[in-house]
């Protein structure tokens, strides 16, 4: 009996409603609430009106993996494609936040700062229902703010043609 109310809620969580169940394609990004390293607060919303990919982390370990995606995607996207680095990180409480956006706009070019959408508490990975995990997921957002791709893997030359093939020739 106790091996079966284990494995019960063992299944309840793995399959509860939102957990782990990364944005899919077609729908809308889930609601969320964020702020850029300048201090701008970001939703949702922000995503429409234009093509939009979000290089995004949910481990700390994962920077290298972005800068690679990051460089191979800034020279092959369409004019006019945004190109956002979402930082879901769930950072050490004890490590004070100043500490934690002074090494993120330290890595980070100033004109860029905007497009870094950053949240240490675990709140923005929650929100877009990612695990932390050390590979990135590649999201292509159409301008009505659905997902039109979702890539969750390290560079490679298949997967980056499967982020530019969502996006048109002329956004």
Same mark, same amino acid.
Request: net charge neutral.
């Given at each position: 009996?106790?091996?079966?109310?284990?494995?019960?809620?063992?299944?309840?969580? $793995?399959?509860?409603?939102?957990?782990?169940?990364?944005?899919?394609?077609?729908?809308?990004? =889930?609601?969320?609430a964020?702020? @850029? $390293?300048?201090?701008?607060?970001?939703?949702?919303? %922000?995503?429409?009106?234009?093509?939009?990919?979000?290089?995004?982390?949910? @481990?700390?370990?994962?920077?290298d993996?972005?800068?690679?995606?990051?460089?191979?995607?800034?020279?092959?996207?369409?004019?006019?494609?945004?190109? $956002?680095?979402?930082?879901?990180?769930?950072?050490?409480?004890?490590?004070?936040?100043?500490?934690?956006?002074?090494?993120?706009? @330290?890595?980070?070019?100033?004109?860029?700062?905007?497009?870094?959408w950053?949240?240490? %508490?675990?709140?923005?990975?929650?929100?877009?229902?990612?695990?932390?995990?050390?590979?990135?997921?590649?999201?292509?957002?159409n301008?009505?703010?659905?997902?039109?791709?979702?890539?969750?893997?390290? $560079?490679?030359e298949?997967?980056?043609?499967?982020?530019?093939?969502?996006? =048109?020739?002329?956004?």
């Amino acid at each position: 009996m106790r091996r079966s109310i284990g494995l019960i809620a063992t299944l309840g969580i $793995l399959f509860a409603p939102g957990v782990h169940a990364d944005p899919s394609v077609g729908a809308p990004m =889930p609601t969320f609430a964020v702020n @850029d $390293l300048n201090g701008t607060r970001h939703t949702e919303r %922000d995503l429409v009106g234009r093509w939009t990919i979000a290089l995004t982390m949910t @481990d700390k370990d994962v920077g290298d993996d972005l800068t690679a995606w990051w460089r191979r995607l800034e020279t092959a996207v369409p004019q006019g494609t945004r190109m $956002l680095t979402f930082a879901a990180l769930n950072l050490f409480p004890l490590i004070p936040t100043d500490t934690i956006m002074g090494q993120a706009r @330290d890595a980070t070019p100033r004109p860029r700062w905007n497009t870094v959408w950053l949240s240490r %508490d675990g709140s923005f990975a929650r929100s877009l229902g990612l695990p932390e995990v050390e590979m990135p997921w590649i999201f292509v957002i159409n301008p009505e703010g659905r997902v039109a791709a979702a890539v969750h893997e390290r $560079l490679s030359e298949a997967a980056l043609r499967r982020v530019l093939a969502a996006i =048109p020739s002329d956004p």
